[in-house]
């Protein structure tokens, strides 16, 4: 059996996903009388005086956020307003995405516009004279607040449980002070990329994490570790995690034993106040530093151990045991081999 992202026994009531405006601090330097004399923006016209911006927007996950054979697929198995409103923002969210909203997915207007007005420009802090022919406000919250509307938000049985954590990872990682767009928008051409490759981006997942493996007699041990990674890794949707595999061989080559070890969130069913809700029963992603071991069975005689790291996307599995899960998609991030001791 396969369950979607919102399921899990518990009845569904659509929440809004959080598409309010959290407060933060900021400057606005948009020409005195403009917000009402200057036309309202239009993604087309951002679009067409920005071509640097467009080209990488074009090819992100952003502008494909509705349109992705993932997304529609899960989409159609639950149809629920709470997707569409953050997957398909151009779009009702209380019918089937129409095709305008449906190509456009998340768009220029929809990072760098506040709600209510169409005239004045988000922008990052910058120092110096601002030359738009439009509004400009500068403030933190375009490269942060801005993403933690979409990629912070609790189930739509609205009980609390998040889905997504990934701003108040960043909050508690050692990487707090640095924002999320000055990690994933690298300089490209005198300007900023729009590209948001991440999980696509099988070299960038590779250089995400350090392994160091280590054979002593019948004991292996490892060592991952996470770098430059400003939240857990991985974060954001639920179906993600790392496996590290370790097959033992004869001296033959022949396969004797496998063994995994998984990196991800668990859910479960829990009971609140009469009902079953679904929790979160562990988060075992990478955060830090982790010593991961295993020992070897003796008798088998093992010769080679062979290990890999692999970045997973999983089915949701209605069981607690990750190896029952359906891996849908992986990224191998490393591999080696552990020769017989000497
Ligand atoms: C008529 C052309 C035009 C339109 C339409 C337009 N811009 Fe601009 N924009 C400019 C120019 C010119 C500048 C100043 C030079 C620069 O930074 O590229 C600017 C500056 C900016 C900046 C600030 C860059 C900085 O200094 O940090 C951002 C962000 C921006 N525009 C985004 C947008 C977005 C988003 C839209 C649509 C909602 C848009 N612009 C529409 C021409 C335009
Ligand atoms: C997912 C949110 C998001 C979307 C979608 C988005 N932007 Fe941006 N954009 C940002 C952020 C964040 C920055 C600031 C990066 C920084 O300086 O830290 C930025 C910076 C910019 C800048 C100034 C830096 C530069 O590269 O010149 C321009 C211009 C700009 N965006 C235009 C656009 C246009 C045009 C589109 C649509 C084609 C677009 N943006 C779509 C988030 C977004
Ligand atoms: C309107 C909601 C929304 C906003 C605002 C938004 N995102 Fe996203 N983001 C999404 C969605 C939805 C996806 C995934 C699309 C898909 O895979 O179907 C995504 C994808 C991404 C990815 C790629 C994830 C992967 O697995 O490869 C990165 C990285 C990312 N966003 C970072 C950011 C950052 C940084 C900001 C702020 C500058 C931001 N986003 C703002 C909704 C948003
Ligand atoms: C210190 C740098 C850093 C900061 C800050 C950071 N990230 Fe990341 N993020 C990474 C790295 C590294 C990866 C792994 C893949 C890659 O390189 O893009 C990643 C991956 C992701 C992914 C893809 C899922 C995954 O784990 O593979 C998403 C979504 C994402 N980040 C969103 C965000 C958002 C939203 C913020 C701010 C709340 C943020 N990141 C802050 C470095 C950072
Ligand atoms: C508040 C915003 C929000 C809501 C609501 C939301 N998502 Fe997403 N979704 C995201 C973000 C952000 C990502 C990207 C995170 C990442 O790539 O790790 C994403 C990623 C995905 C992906 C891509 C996973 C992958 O492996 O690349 C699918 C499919 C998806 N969502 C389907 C859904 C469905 C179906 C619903 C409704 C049950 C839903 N989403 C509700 C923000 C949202």
Known sequence: MRLGRARLGAALLVATASALWRGEPSASASPAGSATRAPALSDEACIACHADAARTWQGSMHHASASNSAYETAVYAEPLAFCRRCHAPHGDPSRETGEAARQAGITCTTCHLRSGDARTVLASPRAGPVSAPHGVERSTALGQAVCARCHEFDFP?????????????????????????????????????????????????ARAVSVDADRNGDRLRFILEPRGVGHAFPTGDLFRR?????????????PLATKRRYFGRVFGPARSGGEIVRREIADERLFTRTEVNF????????????????????????TRHPEEAVVEGSVTLARGTLGPPP
């Open 157 to 205: 049985d609205a009980r609390g449980e998040r889905m997504q954590k990934t701003a108040t990872e960043h909050r508690a990682s050692a990487y707090a002070a640095v924002s999320c767009s000055s990690c994933h928008m690298p300089a490209a051409g005198g300007h900023r990329s729009h590209a948001f490759a991440a999980s696509r981006d099988a070299a960038a997942l």
């Open 242 to 254: 790392l496996t590290l595999t370790v097959v033992t061989e004869d001296a033959a080559g022949r």
């Open 295 to 318: 020992s070897l069975d003796r008798r088998a005689d093992p010769t080679t151990v062979r290990w890999q790291l692999d970045y997973e996307r999983v089915a949701f599995s209605p």
